[in-house]
């Protein structure tokens, strides 16, 4: 099987999506629980940047706010900068390729889940036919 670079996450946003030009920005809470040495569950929530682009940045912004539950998959990438002090730091985020969004569908939907897939993952577009 061959190296292969995708995420996936579902979890809820923190706040609503911040939109740049074509680009959709947001984070995701996501759970992290695990048993201690103890036995007692540990919980803890890890943040999952996420960024859409084109289409797929337009029905985020059309439909995803705060507290909005998604699963998303994309691919992990991580970017070099340098801070206003000079000093090199890296960012990392999840380029979204599909997203399923798991709220309760609004009236009038008749799908239990909303799914907006890219018909094409390079150029991040939609097909016409997605039935919201």
């Known amino acids: 099987m061959p190296d292969m670079n995708q995420c996936n996450f579902t979890g809820r946003l923190g706040k609503d999506p911040v939109i740049t030009g074509e680009a959709a ?7 992290d629980s695990y048993k201690s040495k103890t036995g007692e569950k540990v919980s803890q929530t890890e943040w999952v940047n996420v ?8 029905v985020v912004e059309q439909y995803l706010r705060k507290g909005s ?3 998303v998959t ?7 900068y340098k801070d206003n002090e000079g000093v090199e730091k890296y960012s990392t985020k999840i380029h979204m390729e599909r997203m399923v969004m798991l709220d309760s569908k609004p009236a009038g939907d008749n ?3 909303r799914e907006a ?15 919201f």
């Open 51 to 58: 960024v859409a682009f084109g289409k797929t940045a337009e």
């Open 111 to 113: 799908d239990t889940q």
């Open 69 to 71: 539950r998604v699963q």
């Open 117 to 131: 897939a890219p018909s094409k993952a390079a150029s991040q577009e939609f097909d016409d036919d997605i039935p």
């Open 74 to 80: 994309g691919k992990f990438k991580t970017q070099k």
């Open 25 to 31: 920005n947001f984070s995701i809470a996501v759970d």
